[in-house]
């Protein structure tokens, strides 16, 4: 007889938790509560997934100044000891092309700073593209690869741009794009020069991307919108069509997504969409309350 | 698995819960060691996958480079100046109990001796690292003969000598050899003494003014030849005069080459110098300021404590009060100015990646509660 351990039961709640297609509209008063509610849903999913050795729990990831709230919350989590890292395998979205990766504002950087030297994240399941090796192309199809071995992404976390981009799928990329290199628009290098002293000609212009198609192949979606500067690219994420230039829009069609938002960024939103959204807020809140614990285990 | 071995076998140690001097603040980091160096822990979890093999919690310390003192005399009974048959059992044996005051390296220094002493100490020591046996010797400090009668101080007056034969080779038949010397202490206003500085220097010896009545002039001249330290300011020097600063003078001195700093030694126990003079100075030039104990024998006193009557007045708590600066200048005056003094800032006197883990733990009223040499625990105060 032999002994079920957590890793058998899994398939039975898998079922329970993917099936229902949903598109959720999740708003917080203000940037602090929707990272902690953004953390808690995260921590929730993977306490809920029973990660394990021959099953790891597989994490998008973005960077920028939106997620940092979020993984402070991850990080105290783990200190207070409710979470473990240690079978999560996270793929970040992307990373300059160029910028060498002890540069302070390369995404290796922010992710060591903010979120894996905190952790007890297995060095070798933390996966960044690497935008300084020969072949660039190579190393975006090694990567779609990585995530076909990891079988595939549980939880996609993402941003949006002030133009409504995702990762740097920049307006007018393929709404089906995989991983690829990219060449950054101008209001994304405009956006970003404030991280390099505010001069426009030590911004990286390239950089790798996981693409459209990638995120979308996610099992679910979960963005996060804060700010009144994303307020119209969130209203053109969700209240207009399905559109390559604001590439956000694609995950109209994903069957789980959730969007994380503070007040502010509802601003350009009509006062009825936010109004019905608010008033779900008891059903959202169900995700994260109770909010579950490894020391529970 | 600690790393995938790409790079080393040698175990990974992880101090943690401890607040690490870098960038001239203490900062809430991590300090990570391997093979006796401070490791890049971004580039082990990157390039080699790695991570620890073992954690040291700090409970909330204070993780400074182990200090360095560049003007120690003796102390505990020993005598560095005296013409033993072992030499190098006193050295070790300060060398020792200096670890329990946070020392992990210094330079043994004689004072005014006759050519015979000279001769036999020092080929007896060699510079060499430290460890569980006591703190490293980066070479000697010899503090005269070369220096002035007048500022002669408590150096025995029948030994002191001045450039007879032009220069170095005075030096070199004081001496004998200068293979295992870090710095010399001279007066620059003997006459050829410039001479004998710039060929010190050439030889990559730490030059120090001291125990001298030079005037500013003399002084700025020495500083063009290599100079670089001053030996206890205001002690044994002229004193300050508004219309000729004398030695204390290059502390301000525009005349100081372009790229040098000129470092200042400073016995902060509160009596050597006056805690108003000690502030005065440490204003003026502050990245310049080197504390060093002075101690010597006869007092009997441990460096880093001193005890005058009713009074325990503990080295680096009390420069932290008298000079009024922060415990980040305080720190760095024992550790990163020695190393940058002497040259080896490459990789002792800080906590950048690459440098000797040299380290001490110390809690929030500066009394030492660990002391490592090349990451390996060699002192820890009992309970």
Redesign the interface.
Known sequence: MTKQTSCDTFSSDRQRTVTANTMRLVILDEYDLASEWAAKYIRNRIIQFQPCAERYFTLGLPTGSTPYGCYQKLIEYYRSGDISFKYVKTFNMDEYVGLP??HPESY??YM?NNF??HIDI???N?H?LDGNVEDLEAECQAYEQKIAEAGGIELFVGGIGPDGHIAFNEPGSSLVSRTRVKTLAKDTIVANARFFGNDLSKVPTMALTVGVGTVMDAKEVMILITGAHKAFALYKAIEEGVNHMWTVSAFQQHPRTIFVCDEDATLELRVKTVKYFKGLMHVHNKLVDPVLSIKDQ | MPSNKSVSDAPITQFINCRILRDHQLQREDLWVRDGRILDPEKLFFDEQGYADKRVDCEGSIIAPGFIDVQINGGYGIDFSQASEDVVAGISFVAKKILEHGVTSFCPTLVTSPPAVYHKVLPQVKVHNGGAHGAGVLGFHLEGPFISLEKKGAHPEQFLRTFRSGGIEDVMEAYGSLDNVAMVTLAPELASSQSVVRELSKRGITVSLGHSVANLAQAEEAVKHGASFITHLFNAMLPFHHRDPGIVGLLTSDQVPAGRTVYYGMIADGIHTNPAALRIAHRAHPSGLVLVTDAITAMGLPPGRHTLGQQVIEIQGLNAYVAGCSVEEALEAASLHPAQLLGISHKKGNLDYGSDADLVLLDDGLNVSATYISGDEVWRRGP
Do not use: L, V
Request: charged letters at 25%.
């Open positions: 990766r002890a290796h950087s060591w894996f030297k297995d060095p070798a933390a960044i």
